[in-house]
């Protein structure tokens, strides 16, 4: 096989794989630094063996082989004396044959939702636990993760290793943890899919619009949770709310990627088959007491279910709004529910609740307040009014994109 062949089918598999081939090792030495040294170790292999030797037929199986086998060889020479060790060593080598039986793989997976539950743990903050996450459970390089986030990969490098060796300081422990702390845990682990979605849907900065490589990542994290976790009905709807949004990917951007906001998006371009498998995931959500993903897919679904802008029901949208903003309270779901208002029952009423969020002190640098306010404001014929909030939208944000727009919405209202 040639050289870049193999090199491409190395990193292809790397990519698809890298969450087990860590989560394996980590099974073993029970810390997540390690293990990812130790998959790192099994990459470099990979790329040096495969183009002389070709592409294993199993090369997942491959690389946690060879990841298990350096575990057990780094375990021997941390305490070659003990004899218990020694024991451990000869029943793992037993564990990492090549022939890879479903026995192992069933505890791979098993192995996989501890490293979820480890790298997302709440000792973390959001932005590490994500950074943490891209990088063992979806093999992206610290350069990768950089520009996705757009900050250096030195950063981004040193946020990772604080991260491991908070992990390590903390003695978090390699494990799904127990029925008293799974809700918050999960929460942890919904809220980092999330955040790495919404980085990607709505890029808070750049040049660009979205970045989809993001939340195909998140689409990915979120539809792996589906498998590992299929009780859990928030998962189901976290996939859900990814599914349907994603669907609008090809229609939310013009030919030069300027934005298209969402009345105006040409609804024959929504990936149908984003749509359907979201809608199905949505089924799977339902319960008598459904969470605040499940509520916000229940809103997407409008959206989908609605062929045009005009036969969406904004109706219902404002209700599901007000049953999540008294599940999780917050001033940025109020703003959405003005909105939802606004289109359900007019402007003026929609204005009414949007004003009542200007004193809010989380929303005091939060573009999209002045935004909605400029939308409203325009379309009750205040333009003067409305052009000083478009103006103020395009100050605070931080897309280049986005700013175009709104500047762009500012000189209508003068014209």
């Not at 990088?135 to 491991?164: C, D, H, N, P, Y």
């Not at 979205?210 to 859990?232: T, V």
């Amino acid at each position: 096989m040639q050289e870049a062949e193999a090199r491409r089918t190395v990193e292809a598999v790397w990519r698809m794989e890298a969450g087990r081939v860590v989560a394996g090792i980590a099974g073993i030495v029970r810390d997540v630094g390690l293990a990812e040294e130790l998959a790192q170790d099994a990459l470099v292999a990979a790329l040096e063996q495969w183009p002389r030797d070709g592409v294993p037929a199993n090369p997942g199986a491959w690389l946690v082989t060879v990841g298990k086998r350096r575990a057990v060889d780094a375990l021997r020479r941390r305490q070659t004396q003990q004899r218990t060790l020694a024991e451990l060593g000869r029943d793992l080598d037993e564990q990492v044959t090549p022939d890879f039986d479903a026995a192992v793989e069933d505890h791979i997976e098993d192995d996989l939702l501890r490293l979820i539950f480890t790298a997302c743990h709440p000792v973390l903050s959001p932005i590490a636990r994500a950074a943490l996450t891209l990088r063992l459970l979806g093999g992206l390089t610290t350069g990768e993760i950089a520009r996705a986030f757009l900050t250096s990969e030195s950063t981004v490098g040193q946020r990772i290793t604080r991260a491991k060796q908070t992990l390590a300081t903390a003695r978090v422990p390699f494990e799904v943890p127990g029925p008293a702390e799974r809700a918050e845990r999960l929460d942890s682990v919904l809220e980092v899919v999330y955040l790495i979605f919404n980085e990607g849907y709505a890029a808070t900065a750049g040049d660009d619009w979205m970045r989809p490589a993001l939340c195909q990542e998140a689409l990915r994290l979120a539809r792996l949770l589906q498998g590992l976790m299929p009780g859990e009905p928030e998962v189901h709807g976290l996939a859900a709310l990814l599914e349907i949004q994603a669907s609008r990917t090809r229609a939310r951007t013009g030919p030069d990627g300027a934005p298209i906001l969402l009345n105006d998006q040409d609804r024959s371009r929504w990936d149908q088959l984003l749509i359907r498998r979201g809608l199905a995931a949505l089924d799977r959500a339902r319960t008598d007491h459904p969470g605040p993903y499940a509520l916000q897919a229940e809103i997407a679904a409008c959206h989908a279910r609605a062929r045009t802008p005009e036969e969406t029901d904004w109706a219902r949208i404002a209700d599901l709004y007000a049953d999540l903003a008294r599940l999780v309270p917050s001033p940025v779901i109020e703003l959405n529910r003005a909105v939802a208002v606004a289109q359900a029952h007019g402007p003026a009423a929609g204005l009414e609740l949007a004003r009542e969020l200007a004193s809010e002190p989380a929303l005091e640098h939060y573009h999209l307040l002045p935004s909605v306010l400029g939308d409203l404001l325009f379309k009750l014929g205040r333009h003067d009014e409305a052009r000083a909030e478009f103006e103020r939208a395009a100050e605070l944000t931080g897309n280049a994109r986005e700013r175009a727009l709104l500047l762009a919405r500012a000189a209508e209202c003068g014209s």
